[in-house]
């Protein structure tokens, strides 16, 4: 076993720093001794994507349920800090069952993904949310089919304490109807600066939310289209757009989990939308311009 050269809390710090900033070394920084190993594990699992049914296509998923029963509730509470689930492949009342059951020890998330695939919200969503430990979360990033993971949405929750510290939320429900029954919970989320909204919306909609009476500390709305692969919505959106508020951006992504992903990713959309806006107050961009056409997540425009 390897001696240490710096005070074991101090080596501790400095890996797990190491670990935070550059996820693609925790592997190699485990194989460093035993005590890394010990300290650097629950890094593995700091990112837990859920989707598919087959374990041979992603063993981090396998590896996930596998601790789950194996490691003590400690080790999950310690580990997860942000949580994919994607509802494309069936999910079985087996897998519902494990899910749920490893869910109730993450109750340390804070950031949230819960979608679907080819464009569909999905009712699963509304069991898995459910099964989350909402009362034992304080949730920083969420995006997610709202209506469909909180069908008795109210306003009043936004002040719960799953809620009352996020301040960043991507709704991907694609409805201006939908999206008028979500301002009211939206308005009053007390520290949201960051929003994304799956469609364009009438200019009442818009003024709900960013007028007097609406989201107080909102520093970045984004419009963004998911799926436009030409770009011909978000080009119609832009030139359509019935407000002219700076915090507007137009965007689109092909990334379901853009609202939540990880900072070492680059670019992130809200990285690139802030940008966007500090070039549109420097003058470089001028100020009528609200489409952003560098970030597509993924895809050349």
């Known amino acids: 076993m390897l001696s240490p ?40 699992y700091r990112t837990v994507y859920l989707h598919s049914d087959d374990s041979e296509h992603d063993p981090a998923q396998d590896a996930f349920y596998r601790v789950a029963s194996s490691k003590p509730p400690s080790f999950l509470a310690r580990a997860v800090r942000v949580l994919v689930m ?5 999910w079985d009342e087996d897998k519902i069952k494990r899910t749920s059951a490893a869910l109730l020890h993450c109750t340390n998330i804070s950031r949230i993904c819960l979608t679907s695939h080819r464009w569909m919200s999905s009712p ?9 430990p909402l009362s034992a979360l304080t949730l920083r990033r969420l995006s997610t089919f709202m209506l469909e993971s909180m069908p008795d949405l109210i306003a009043e929750h936004a002040l719960t304490s799953p809620f009352r510290f996020l301040t ?37 909609v818009l003024e709900d939310i960013l007028g007097k009476g ?70 470089l961009i001028e100020k009528d311009c609200f489409l952003l056409a560098d970030y597509d997540g993924g895809v050349a425009f």
């Open 5 to 44: 050269l710096l005070p074991l809390d101090l080596e501790r710090e400095v890996l797990e720093i190491t670990a935070e900033r550059q996820p693609s070394a925790v592997l190699k920084l485990m194989l460093l001794c035993r005590r890394t190993h010990a300290w650097l594990e629950p890094f593995l």
């Open 86 to 90: 994607a509802f494309g492949y069936l």
């Open 124 to 132: 699963v969503n509304t069991i898995m949310f459910r099964a989350l």
């Open 168 to 204: 960043h939320l991507y709704a991907l429900d694609r409805e201006p109807d939908a999206v008028r029954r979500l301002v009211p919970f939206v308005v009053k989320l007390p520290a949201l600066t960051h929003l994304a909204i799956s469609t364009d919306l009438p200019a009442d």
């Open 214 to 283: 609406g989201c107080p500390h909102l520093l970045l709305f984004v419009l963004l289209s998911f799926g436009d692969r030409t770009g011909a919505n978000s080009r119609r959106w832009a030139k359509e757009l019935p407000s002219t508020d700076p915090r507007i951006v137009v965007a689109r992504t092909w990334e379901w989990d853009a609202g939540v992903a990880d900072d070492t990713r680059t670019p992130t959309l809200w990285r690139e939308a802030e940008d966007f806006l500090r070039k549109k107050a420097l003058g």
